[in-house]
């Protein structure tokens, strides 16, 4: 009896094209190479990188996680001008087309139109990732990027066949226009939660000038209206009078930087609190601290948030946006602006070590659970699947 040979018809891999159009590292970019990060090691998926020359270098934790799993293409302009933008979507054409790609995924609004008429073409799927309202951020940006953005939220998000805004709270905030409320889904930003939970602090105590034993209160951001450091100092003033051996450690720099360490001095507080720029190297501050907080008036999510949770630390959040959907029972939230609120809920961790440290595991336990870029890319995969299925079957 001559043996049959059994032939297995081979699964088709989805073939995901990233467009990463910044050189330097911003939180909707760091998402998406997370969620990329987050599905590398599904078989069934194919990831593809467009992005500014220099990714190596400027993206550096993320190329070497991603460099065996995706192919990554650079595009060389010194200026994000508008023959940059064009460039981008040529050479996504030309790679969407050759490596017959199945799905687009970007979070940059600026380019919706071109990568949308090229979804047409291919045809393939376009998924844009969004971190926050374009309609009410628009206005820090110059009158040409405003016409640009309108532009592409008149047209672009019309060619769009996902949007995944990165909260719950944010998808609710969308859904109040009409014509996106069938597009809409909702993915929370995936954390590099390895690095957070392995970081050292390094000697970074030492080098900023905080003694080693005392309680280090740390908050990262811009230094923007939006993030209200006014507050967190002002709450600092008042923790320092009860517990005068506290440090503040303001990691992040901006436009309100010189008249925030004015308010510092007029606080009398300048002996206990730290600027200090921007910083590559934020995990070894999150390392350091005893406490993470966060003062901001508008935040769809809290990407900085989650990770100083992945680090282990109780953080105390303003309960505005995505954050209170990060922190859960993790963590301690108060009324925006509300200093008292803010200094009590400081006073009540810096009084209670063993709180700290419970609320610290569950933080690390909870960002693990859900927020990893592995469980965040376990939904992304069934996204994809089903954004697909119907061509399929």
């Given amino acids: 009896m001559k043996n049959k040979r059994v032939t297995r018809k081979k699964e088709k891999h989805i073939k995901i094209l990233y467009i990463i159009p910044s050189k330097t590292p911003t939180g909707p970019h760091i998402a998406i190479l997370n969620m990329a990060i987050g599905i590398s090691k599904n078989l069934k998926m194919k990831i593809f990188i467009i992005t500014p020359k220099s990714f190596e270098l400027n993206y550096k934790n993320y190329y070497e996680k991603l460099r065996e799993s995706a192919s990554i293409y650079e595009v060389s302009f010194k200026k994000q001008g508008i023959l940059y933008w064009l460039s981008l979507a040529i050479k996504a054409f030309k790679l969407a087309l050759s490596k017959h790609?199945?799905?687009?995924?970007?979070?940059?609004?600026?380019?919706?139109?071109?990568?949308?008429?090229?979804?047409?073409?291919?045809?393939?799927?376009?998924?844009?990732?969004?971190?926050?309202?374009?309609?009410?951020?628009?206005?820090?940006?110059?009158?040409?990027?405003?016409?640009?953005?309108?532009?592409?939220?008149?047209?672009?998000?019309?060619?769009?066949?996902?949007?995944?805004?990165?909260?719950?709270?944010?998808?609710?905030?969308m859904a109040q226009y009409p014509f996106l409320q069938d597009k809409l889904s909702f993915l929370h930003n995936p954390i590099d939660f390895e690095r957070f939970q392995n970081a050292k602090p390094r000697g970074i105590r030492q080098e900023i000038g905080v003694p080693e034993k005392a309680p280090m209160i740390l908050t990262v951001g811009r230094l923007h209206p939006v993030k209200d450091i006014e507050t967190f100092l002002k709450a600092a003033e008042k923790t320092v009078k009860h517990h005068k051996n506290a440090w503040f450690v303001i990691v992040g720099d901006g436009p309100l930087r010189k008249n925030l360490e004015n308010i510092t001095k007029q606080l009398k507080i300048s002996k206990h609190v730290v600027f200090t720029g921007f910083r590559h190297d934020v995990e070894r501050f999150m390392a350091a601290a005893d406490i993470y907080v966060m003062t901001s008036v508008y935040e769809p999510f809290g990407l900085v948030v989650a990770e100083a949770m992945a680090a282990g630390k109780p953080v105390i959040v303003t309960n505005v946006g995505g954050m209170p959907e990060i922190v859960g029972d993790a963590g301690l939230t108060v009324d925006a602006r509300d200093v008292d609120a803010l200094a009590e809920a400081m006073l009540k961790?810096?009084?209670?070590?063993?709180?700290?440290?419970?609320?610290?595991?569950?933080?690390?336990?909870?960002?693990?659970?859900?927020?990893?870029?592995?469980?965040?890319?376990?939904?992304?995969?069934?996204?994809?699947?089903?954004?697909?299925?119907?061509?399929?079957?």
């Fill in 101 to 173: 790609i199945d799905i687009i995924h970007t979070a940059s609004l600026k380019i919706l139109i071109p990568l949308g008429v090229i979804c047409k073409l291919i045809p393939a799927k376009l998924i844009l990732s969004l971190e926050g309202n374009p309609l009410y951020e628009m206005f820090e940006f110059s009158l040409f990027n405003r016409m640009i953005i309108i532009l592409n939220w008149v047209i672009g998000m019309r060619l769009v066949d996902l949007i995944l805004p990165c909260s719950k709270w944010l998808k609710s905030e």
């Fill in 349 to 393: 961790l810096l009084k209670d070590e063993e709180l700290r440290r419970k609320l610290g595991e569950k933080a690390r336990e909870r960002i693990e659970k859900s927020f990893s870029a592995e469980s965040v890319g376990e939904r992304l995969v069934q996204i994809y699947g089903s954004l697909l299925k119907d061509e399929r079957q």
